[in-house]
């Protein structure tokens, strides 16, 4: 699905359009400016629309500032490892509308609400995901996946609504998803296995290919609520 970002809707809705594309984060952790639009060019060919940039990247606002201007039509385009809420004014400033969180500070979710921005913080307990939702959080970065099993993530999407973004995060792969998703995942961010500074941007362009494809493969096996029938 194509899609275009017009940078005068609401976040919410450009959030809304993101997911319904492609629901699986970019994370390019420490990525340096001058490689960050050739690697988003490339993920945003694939069909990526969520794209961040971890705070403690390399300059990381320069890299947020241009992604945005030239992408951030067709991505939605912010900042990860967002640790403190005055950081999230400064992504604001470079232009970001997404922010996504390791932890699940909820001083941190309502800055990003506050100024409009879509907020995915990490959570590792059902206490810290309707924590973070009552904050206003627009979805739940299940993280780190690792310790999270897809037996656990079915646990709670047995009490967390279905419309409810949860995005397993952490060392998942295209062949793990499936299973994932079975359990209730809406979609996946994916760093290390995804971008890696020094992978050539042919490497990059492999590695997207295969997690769109897988996640258009588990997409056309879904029933209407975004989740593939058991």
Not at 28 to 39: G, H, S, T, Y
Not at 62 to 81: D, N
Not at 152 to 169: D, Y
Request: hydrophobic share 45%.
């Amino acid at each position: 699905m194509n899609i275009h970002l017009d940078p005068a809707e609401s976040t919410t809705q450009a959030l809304t359009g993101a997911l319904a594309s492609c629901p699986l984060f970019a994370v390019l952790r420490w990525i340096p400016p001058q490689d960050a639009e050739d690697v988003t060019g490339i993920l945003v060919e694939e069909g990526f629309r969520l794209i961040e940039i971890p705070l403690n990247s390399p300059d990381p606002l320069s890299s947020i500032e241009k992604l945005a201007s030239r992408f951030g039509g067709t991505a939605l385009i912010g900042a990860g490892t967002v640790m403190r809420p005055e950081q999230v004014s400064q992504v604001v400033q470079a232009g970001g509308r997404l922010i996504v969180m390791p932890h699940a500070d909820l001083k941190v979710v309502r800055a990003a609400k506050d100024h409009g921005l879509a907020c995915f913080p990490g959570v590792a307990t059902p206490t810290e995901a309707f924590a973070a939702l009552d904050a206003g959080a627009d979805g739940l970065k299940v993280f780190p996946a690792e310790a999270i099993s897809p037996a656990v993530l079915k646990a709670w999407r047995a009490v967390i609504a279905k419309e409810i973004p949860l995005m397993p995060t952490g060392g998942i792969t295209p062949e793990a998803m499936a299973e994932w998703v079975r359990a209730g995942a809406t979609g996946f961010g994916t760093g290390g296995n995804l971008y890696a500074p020094g992978r050539s941007l042919e490497d990059i362009r492999l590695r997207a290919r295969a997690y769109v494809a897988a996640w258009r493969s588990i997409a056309g096996g879904c029933v209407e609520t975004g989740r593939i029938s058991s």
